[in-house]
């Protein structure tokens, strides 16, 4: 019984260390990176990873015609900037954070519907470290409506 | 007492050092294969190289459109608010399947975001208290709690707060379920959402526009953009397809792309015009949308069929 028990506490320690990465993810995107977006509204999607430097992530959106958004990268304080382009369905760049000292937020209205690609890149770190650094990273989609006159 | 506290102590010890050094593994081995890479690079030919830029993606993310966006498209098309059209807050008690609840999550969401953005206090109260029902039946106690409910109720004069409570309370679910691996399940809360504002967007419009109609109506021009979604919908369903809520959702999905692939949008090339003292970009390119009143009859047709499918 008493071995039963103890291979339960295992497998509970076990499971408990990912979910706990995840959900510091989750307080991060809601903490933090939240109010970088005002005085745009999160959409609520959330769209968050584990990143590595070096490591990449692609997301793919239809952005609406006459719609006010705001794009936020979001990245834990420990890893390197994070270098993001917004590209259209022929992969051609819209936008490079890079030409902007890798700013974290782009604002933009399309004339009209497009699918955008979100891709981004965790530079790798400058710093000579042992092992290579590791934090969330959140894409937050604001948006705002437009004030009739 | 004292020695079982040790021995279960010792355990979870033993335990992080087994994660610790899995992880720490993990990051040699990612190193090693970084290196590795790095050396296979060099003799790489384009192509290859291709297909290595496209392996390096580490997290693909397909993103719906959410309720609240949904609503502030319905609103920015400018007509009349329809409270007629939404789906009953007395439904809940239909809804006790896991599918079925989800998608009325979604379809809930959405009509309350439609009710907010229309200042209808409430309306958007019932809603939040809809939504709150699936929430919990799905297992997300603190999704939607009372202390949401009354922040909102203290609120309901404030459209931005109010706005905000929606956004919280659609993070709340999206993260709540992907934490706990059910992804399946935010994708179908998110299709709920998302037909049940083609379905008050194609109500709001009617039953017979005109072609010019058609050709000049903003909110028919944003139907008509679902298609260029739907990908972005299937691709999500995808990654769930084992799953066999989604699978019977995917086919309803499925038939309505059927008929979006017979309209025709072209668009021409995005240039990118920044206003230096705004800061903001806007994306300038001329659209075409094709579609003729016979396919919007059938649009309007199959949406309406599966929201009854969903909320029946």
Known sequence: ???????????????????????????????????????????????????????????????????????????????????????????????????????????????????????????????DTEEPVSGCVAIMIGIKENKKE | MNIQLSRNLFLLCLSILIISFSGCKKNKDDKKDKKSSEEVVKVDTIDKKLVKDVKAVKEMFYSMPSPLEVAMILKQAGKDYNPEILNPTKHTSKYVTNKSMALNLGVYTTDLSYSSLYDQTQTTIDYINAAKDMAEGLGMLHAIDEKTIDRLEANVNNRDVILDIISETIMNSSSFFKENDRQAVSTIVLIGGWVEGLYIATQLVGDTPTQNEIDDSELIARIADQKLALNTIIKLMEKNEDDKNIQSVMTQVKNLQKIYDKIEITSSKVVPVTDEETNVTTLKSETTISMTPEIYKQLKKKIEVIRKNFTS
């Not at chain 1, 991060?28 to 999607?45: M, R, T, W």
């Open chain 1, 1 to 127: 019984m008493k071995k039963l028990s103890n291979i339960i506490f295992i497998f509970i320690i076990l499971f408990a260390f990912p979910l706990t990465g995840k959900s510091q993810c989750k307080h991060f995107a809601q903490q933090v990176c939240k109010k970088e977006l005002s005085p745009y509204i999160h959409d609520g999607n959330y769209n968050a990873a584990i990143l590595t430097e070096g490591e990449s992530a692609e997301m793919y959106k239809t952005f609406y015609a006459n719609q006010n958004y705001r794009i936020h990268i979001c990245g834990s304080d420990a890893l390197p900037p994070i270098h993001f382009q917004i590209l259209d369905v022929d992969r051609n760049v819209l936008y490079d954070n890079k030409k902007n000292k890798y700013d974290s937020s782009w604002d933009f209205k399309a004339q009209s519907s497009q699918q955008l690609i979100i891709s981004l890149k965790v530079k790798n770190s400058e710093k």
